[in-house]
Nanobody, 128 residues
Framework: VQLQASGGGLVQAGDSLRLSCAAAARTFSNYAMGWFRQAPGKEREFVAAIGRSSGNTAYADSVKGRFTISRDNDRKRVYLQMNSLKPEDTAIYYC??????????????????????WGQGTQVTVSS
């Protein structure tokens, strides 16, 4: 499995960005996907996750109402739409794949240790 994140950049506070993660995985639709981020000097933290069902999502409190995670199983991609960006959103954003085939109704994984594969990260910088 390989994951390739893209879409990061330098924006101003209040702007929007959409991150994309392309997955080279045979049965992509079977797996939960997540986005995490790591700011300089800080530990990696959970941002958002989506289960096998697109209706099954979870968000960190800090991004609720501003970020939206979605997936396109035909294209084997997961997206993170980020609106109303703040300087504190500045970080490297990583996508991750949980290879365990959870049942549709299972809670989406939100812990780093839940995920089996990671992309290389894409830098998001929000200026004030």
């Amino acid at each position: 499995v390989q994951l390739q994140a893209s879409g990061g950049g330098l924006v101003q506070a209040g702007d929007s960005l959409r991150l994309s993660c392309a997955a080279a995985a045979r049965t992509f639709s079977n797996y939960a996907m997540g986005w995490f981020r790591q700011a300089p000097g800080k530990e990696r933290e959970f941002v958002a996750a989506i289960g096998r069902s697109s209706g099954n999502t979870a968000y960190a409190d800090s991004v609720k109402g501003r970020f939206t995670i979605s997936r396109d199983n035909d294209r084997k991609r997961v997206y993170l739409q980020m609106n109303s960006l703040k300087p504190e959103d500045t970080a490297i954003y990583y996508c991750a794949l949980d290879q365990k085939q959870l049942i549709l109704s299972a809670p989406v994984p939100t812990e780093i240790q839940d995920y089996d594969y990671w992309g290389q990260g894409t830098q998001v910088t929000v200026s004030s």
